[in-house]
């Protein structure tokens, strides 16, 4: 009943459909199992101690306070002169980025500041679940176009069609793995271009790239006016609970994007931002993120080996990020009642592909982010199951 008095914006997001699953994983560990988790996208790894550090020694030199709505000027330097790209030359810490908790507020202020009630956005998908959500809660009408199996010139035909204001796109991609390549993201170029559409790049995986074909969008100087870029620090530096993000953007969007910070968050934690700072340039910090990625990569091959044994399984060979999604529709009718029967009787937590928008259906999201004993066992399971239950 009270769902009548709520906001129909919120009534219309679906809830997240990895709960299900989290709420049955925690009820069996409550009876006293282990469940091992390949459903969460956090890496199991530490926050560089460094990192940890800095933090400590600015809280306790007083930076306990309130900073700039568009972040501390020394991290959005850092920002510019280590992510900024072709764009660097012209990029003013003062006008062309901020700093948000999270690249998650930074996508919502994004969507807040391009979009008006009723305009239509597009996601390229299988993506990560939060788009369609945010689209909605900003008053837009998201769309899909499932982009691993149709062609770009298919994709040039849909946006013509439905002429979106803006379109979201996520490279390396969760849950798949998949990086753009330089020509498909100048084809997007080209439709934000000639049909007047905003570029959304959530780049958030870029310090997880396991090929050398990763291409940013602030490799396309002509498509600044268009473009937003977003990034953050919770994968590459295992800091998900820092909440710690950036875009970067053109005066005008990034003027927007402060106004919503401005009113909701105020700015991010001040001390978090020091040492987001730190991480960016701290020589020691990169190579301890260089070792991450270089375990991720080693994680990603065993599994990638294990997988490629068994028939019937297709898979996009990851070029990045931690997560494998494998199609095994041949094994399975409804991904979601899969999900669910092998954490109830395997006790391994993954996530379903239907969430992910279409193209997702028939698939499973792992997340490797546990070590290569527990990732082996888990496959091994898993192969077991899906040969039971065939
Ligand atoms: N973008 C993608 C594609 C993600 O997978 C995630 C987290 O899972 C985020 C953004 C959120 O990042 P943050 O922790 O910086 O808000």
Request: glycine share 6%; hydrophobic share 40%.
């Amino acid at each position: 009943m009270i769902g009548l008095l709520l906001s129909s914006k919120i009534n219309d997001i679906a809830p997240s459909g990895t709960l299900q699953m989290l709420d049955n994983a925690k009820r069996l560990e409550r009876e006293g199992f282990e469940v091992t988790h390949l459903e969460v996208g956090d890496p199991d790894l530490k926050t560089p101690e460094e990192i940890i550090n800095v933090a400590i020694e600015a809280m306790r030199q007083g930076f306990t306070h309130y900073t700039s709505s568009r972040g501390i000027y020394e991290l959005r330097e850092a920002i510019v002169e280590k992510k900024g790209g072709n764009l660097k030359s012209f990029l003013d810490p003062n006008k062309h980025v901020i700093v948000t908790p999270g690249a998650k507020f930074a996508l919502f202020a994004a969507l807040s500041a391009v979009i008006n009630p009723g305009d239509k956005v597009l996601i390229l998908t299988p993506s990560w679940v939060s788009y369609k959500a945010m689209i909605i809660a900003n008053f837009g009408v998201p769309y899909e176009f499932d982009i691993d199996n149709h062609s770009f010139d298919d994709l040039e035909e849909f946006v013509k069609k439905i002429k979106p204001r803006a379109i979201i796109f996520n490279s390396p991609n969760n849950p798949t793995g998949r990086i753009l390549t330089y020509q498909e993201i100048n084809r997007l170029v080209d439709m934000a271009l000639t049909e007047d559409i905003f570029l959304i790049s959530d780049e958030i995986y870029d310090g997880i790239v396991f090929s050398d074909n990763f291409v940013s969008l602030s490799s396309f100087k002509d498509a600044f006016d268009y473009s937003v870029i977003i990034n953050g620090f919770s994968k590459t530096y295992a800091m998900t609970g820092w909440r710690i993000g950036y875009a970067i953007s053109n005066e005008e969007i990034i003027n927007a994007m402060v106004k919503v910070q401005q009113y909701t968050s105020t700015c991010p934690v001040s001390f978090v931002q020091k040492a987001a700072a730190f991480a960016l340039s701290d020589k020691r910090v990169g190579q301890k993120v260089e070792k991450m990625r270089l375990l991720y990569k080693e994680r990603r091959d065993i599994f990638v080996k294990l997988l490629k044994e068994v028939p019937h399984i297709d898979f996009k060979f990851p070029e990045g990020t931690f997560y494998i999604f494998p199609n095994i529709s041949y094994f399975i009718n409804d991904d979601s009642n899969f999900a669910l029967r092998f954490l109830k009787t395997k006790h391994v937590c993954v996530t379903p592909g239907n969430i992910f928008g279409t193209g997702g259906r028939g698939h499973i999201r792992f997340s490797l982010t546990v070590n290569k004993e527990k990732l082996v066992d888990s496959f091994n399971k898993f192969l077991q199951f899906i040969m039971e239950d065939i």
